[in-house]
Each structure stands twice: as C-alpha cells, then as structure tokens.
C-alpha cells in the first residue's frame, strides 16, 4: 500500500471519529488499548501534555451549555453540558490517538512522501510540496527534541546549527491499483456514515 493511500485513509478516518457520540465513541475508546504499547504510551504521554485543554474544554463545555442542572446549587453545570464535555473530550483523546497511531505505525520518510504527494496538487495555488515537506520533517525533529518546560534554558544554550547543509531524498513509487480503489471504498463508507450521522 502507498503511504499516500495511508495517510488518506487516516484522514478519513480521523474525520469520521469526530462525529462519533454515545455508545459508538465509547466503543471506540475502548478499542484504544489494542492498539500496540507503543502507540498507548504516546497517547497518552500526548493526553498529558494537553491535559490543560482537556480541562479547559471540560470547564467551558460543561458550565457553558444551557440544560438542567446536574445537581443543586448555583455553581452545578448542566447535565447536558457534561455529556457534551464527555463527548467532546473523547473525540479529542481519540484524536490524540490517531496522531500517536500514525507516527508509530508510519516512518517518517513515508508520512514525507505521502505529504509530497497529496501537496503536490496545490503546487498551482502556490504551495510548494518541497518546502512544505522540508518544513514538516523540521517540525517533527524539533518536537522530538525539545525539552521539558522547566528545562527551557537547555535551549538557549544549545549551539546555533545553521549554516550546515543536509540533504534528504524522497523514494516515491507509483500507485499499484489497490490504493484508488481503497481510497475509494474507505470515502465512500466514510460518506455514508456521515450522511447518516447528519
């Protein structure tokens, strides 16, 4: 399989579990343990990281939406307030989950020429697939090295790397005919459950 076709599909499905609610993205957060040690970890070493948006979605979801209240008192959120800060919360755990599948489960000089190749359509709107890929591979770097928050100074005092070429190459390959056709059939399931989420 091509990684395009890959990344294409996660797309895809990324898109559909944010329309997930209830029972089906209970059931979908139960599935996230099988997904490899690997990938479980950095879930949540990622869930972690953003627990500060985790809360803040929570408070502002929860207190936010008009409803009964969930208890007595002037200070009580609503009950539909908190099932919608559930709901909104497992969608962004889910989607944490994707990115730590993706990056687990796809090198990443496969997610660089998957990149290239979905850019490559926008090169006429100005987009340039070489810089962006460029800039993608830097990003990941950057985010893999960097250092806790309380270790901000290690930052300042790391030595300035410019000014030193590298060079990277991007072994693409053709589409075999499977990819359109899986891309196609994961759309189009896709499309009818979304049609039918509406």
């Known amino acids: ?3 395009t076709t890959r990344l294409v599909v996660w797309l895809l499905l990324l898109l559909a579990s944010q329309c997930l609610d209830g029972e089906q993205l209970l059931a979908a957060l139960l599935v996230l343990p099988f997904l490899g040690p690997a990938a479980l970890r950095r879930a949540l070493r990622l869930a972690w990281r953003t627990r500060w948006l985790f809360l803040s979605l929570f408070v502002i979801v929860a207190w936010g939406a008009a409803g ?5 008192g002037a200070l009580a959120p609503t009950r539909e307030g908190l099932l919608a800060a559930a709901t909104h919360g497992g969608r962004l755990l889910l989607a944490l989950s994707a990115v730590a599948v993706l990056v687990e ?6 997610l660089l020429v998957a990149t290239h190749r979905l850019l490559q359509p926008l090169r006429r709107c100005g987009v340039d697939p070489d810089r962006s890929v460029v800039r993608l591979l830097l990003v990941m770097r950057h985010i893999e090295t960097l250092p806790r928050p309380r270790d901000w100074r290690i930052m300042l ?10 060079v990277f190459e991007l072994a693409d390959r053709p589409f ?3 990819d359109p056709a899986l891309i196609l059939l994961v759309a189009g399931v896709v499309g009818a459950f979304l049609l039918r989420q509406a």
């Open 157 to 166: 005092k790391a030595p300035n790397t410019g000014g030193e070429g590298e």
């Open 1 to 3: 399989m091509h990684p």
């Open 68 to 72: 009964e209240p969930a208890w007595g």
């Open 176 to 178: 075999s005919w499977s």
């Open 105 to 110: 489960w796809m090198p990443v000089p496969e």
